[in-house]
């Protein structure tokens, strides 16, 4: 069985940059006092690592392991990290339409918006909002972390997969569609993005909320 390939990122050598192959990047280390480098499974991974440096990436890495399950984590800072996407949902009790979007926390731009759609829940939107975040994030390789307030919808994206009760009808046929792209996403992808929970009680709403409460 042929070796599978790997991804070498050279912080520092001879020639810095990212390496398809060991005898290339070998080149750029050996004889090197103090060579930083690292072999990675895929060209994604190499190329947030080469970009967010060595120091910030074992940073990264530390604080990841530490947490066991390092995707998502209770934030423990006195301040929101700003330079992040905020996601929340939002449903019309009265309308019963729900939509979602993700906001950036500190610009307050909105990253993208979707609905409203018929017949969903907040959860589902939670859920969704998290999904859509980490697979755009994932496409433009943006290393920033993702808030959400929803503890509910942190735990679908651990699990890879949605809890509700909410019965599939005509009007929501597209809601469902969405639920299971979404987890199609998730059981086929992997994600570095760190999932914080947003702390209401000590920051106010999270920067993407609707402002319907």
């Known amino acids: 069985m042929a070796a599978k390939k790997k991804f070498y990122v050279v912080w520092e050598g001879k020639v810095i940059g990212i390496y398809d192959n060991w005898e290339t990047c070998k080149n750029q280390v050996w004889g090197v006092e103090g060579a930083k480098y690292k072999a990675f499974d895929t060209m994604i991974e190499a190329e947030n690592a080469f970009r967010i440096g060595y120091e910030n990436y074992y940073r990264q890495q530390s604080t990841l392991d530490k947490t066991k399950s390092f995707q998502f984590l209770s934030s423990t800072d006195s301040q929101p990290i700003l330079d992040s996407l905020a996601v929340d949902a939002a449903c019309n009790m009265v309308t019963k339409q729900m939509e979602y979007r993700g906001v950036h926390t500190r610009t307050q ?33 943006i290393n920033i972390p993702i ?67």
């Not at 018929?118 to 390789?141: D, Y």
Request: a positive charge.
């Open 109 to 141: 731009e909105v990253w993208f918006h979707q609905g409203p759609f018929q017949g969903a829940t907040n959860n589902i939107g939670e859920f969704l909002a998290l999904v859509h975040a980490l697979a755009l994030l994932k496409q433009k390789q």
């Open 147 to 213: 808030y959400s307030d929803s503890i509910t919808a942190i735990a679908w994206v651990r699990h890879k997969k949605h809890k509700s009760v909410v019965l599939p009808t005509e009007k929501n046929m597209v809601i469902f569609d969405l639920l299971q792209r979404a987890e199609f996403w998730l059981q086929n992808n992997t994600f570095t993005t760190p999932i914080i929970k947003w702390n209401t009680r000590c920051w106010g709403e999270i920067p993407a909320d609707f402002g319907r409460k």
